[in-house]
């Protein structure tokens, strides 16, 4: 069954077809073919996504267009440029800075991408870096995004999981800043080679003021959201909508640059992001169900558990099978289809559920840059119309210290378990 | 430049009906998601202010959140913007390329011609049973999706036929 099930997907894939309709045409066909219940077609289309945790995707995709329609993307920008410019590669430090400013923000990469890749490859490239490095810096920075809260991966691995999203959310900040901190240290260690400039912004203590104040509300969205899920005063889908209404409010009140057009265009947008990610849910939630009635889950529980009971060879494993998964399937199919194959027996292992979401999440965002379905890659040379193969050229180097702080991740559970535990129980 | 390169196959401007009845949809969906927003900050300040819970609150904005996306999705396939993997049939050539956009448009029609026929088998049985906290019957929900799925069919046949017309007219 499950053989029929891939080939089909497989194929409909090569073809061109949506993902979703790939996932739902190639279970249908399944469960057609082996006398299942026709019955779960709809059934799982409707249910799976009748469900409050996910609608925190649509709340946080709501809230980054919001905040970025308002502008204060740019004066967080000069914020940060005005704090690191100065050093070697100063404007490659921003780069990745912004990203995990930006990150407290949006919950994905391509997110990130479409609201500062253009503005940061275009600053780069004035101040004389190659469009091919800033181009590639930009899309590596942009995989802090889905791991710092709020994440949509992270709460879609939650739901496919069935483990706590709030434990997953607070899991992703140490790694997040690894991520950063290892970014940040290979242009450190290029800055000279490669004699990468220094910004030529003149840092004064009063723009530096002005600056913090512009920003802090937009700051302290990150803030209200951890706050709120550690104080119990509403939960992740909560903190989403609380967030949406935080980021009307500002736009609103302080920043004044949001109108009721801007907010029915951000609504907008927003619905027809969802609606391609939760229809993509939908279908992988019956592809999911044809997996499972073939105990694939069950089987693939033995087999992992066969090789080995140790969470660190199982988590290795899972590298190798995210990584090449990353490079042919869209990374919210991917959690849907592989979370819960894979999730039982690590956790059987003694795998804390927070690192495997994390690792999970982290292979398949390193996944969105790698061909044939980069879709990072994509984006980034629709945004700055580069050719393909030029923006893969300048991400390849950038690759070491995604590996690096994956690597970390993988090898040390408490990076990701610590501030969950510490700061809950 | 190659041959494959130049030769995106993109389906003709879609008639006002269709594009009407699609951008309508979407409309209503953008409202959904405003009232989805309202709705949670509602939840949040009633129990935290008054100590009350508000399941129908609860459960509407989750039936808003499922039709949002099913009254969307028609739209996206409209435009021909479903998340999709074009890497392997944009290095084809043109015929071959067709092919497969045909082929592609054929597999979401299948699709949503499958769903509707499991979505009768079931609502045959289930469309009075009731939701937890509103009471309102099944068909209410599935209903609406079960429409979108037929669009999602009309839509289909429609770029398959412009793009096969726009063909022979080039030729």
Redo the contacts between chains.
Sequence with gaps: MTLTLLVAFGL???????????L??SS?VTI?AHGL???????R??NS????P??AV??FI?AAALLSATGVTTYMFDLVRMVVGRVRGGMAHVNVLLSLVFAGMSGAALADIGALGGMQVREMEKQGYTRRFAAGLTIASATIGPIFPPSIPLIIFAAAAEVSPVKLLLAGIVPALILTAMLMGYIALVAKRQNLPRDDVSPSIPAFLRLSVISFPALMTPVLLIGGLLSG??GP??A???T??YAILIGVLIYRTLTLKT??DS??D???A???I???V??AAIFAWVLTMDQVPMKASAWLLGISDNPLVLLLILNVVLLVAGM?L?SIAAILIIAPIVTPALIQAGAPPEQIGVVMVLNLMIGLLT???GMSLYMMSITVKMPFAEVLRGTVPFFIPLFLALALVTFFPGLTAWLPTYLME | MSDALETHIVAPAPPRALDLLTRALLGISTGLMLLIIALIVAQVAARNFWSIGLPRAEEISRFSGVLAVYFTAPLLALRGQHVAVDVFTNALPRMPKLVCFVLAELSLLAFSALTLWGGWLYLKRAWKFKTPALGIQNIWLFGPVMLCFVLLIVIALWRIGAVLRAERAVR
Excluded: C, K
């Design positions: 409909l894939l090569l073809i061109g077809a949506p993902i979703a309709v790939a739902g045409l249908a057609i219940p026709a019955t779960v077609l709809l059934q289309a409707v996504i009748d469900s409050s996910l609608l649509p709340m709501m005063y509403f889908t909560e989403a909508g609380i949406v209404a907010l029915i609504a907008r927003t619905v027809l969802t609606a391609n939760l229809f993509v939908a279908a042919f869209e061909p044939p379905v």
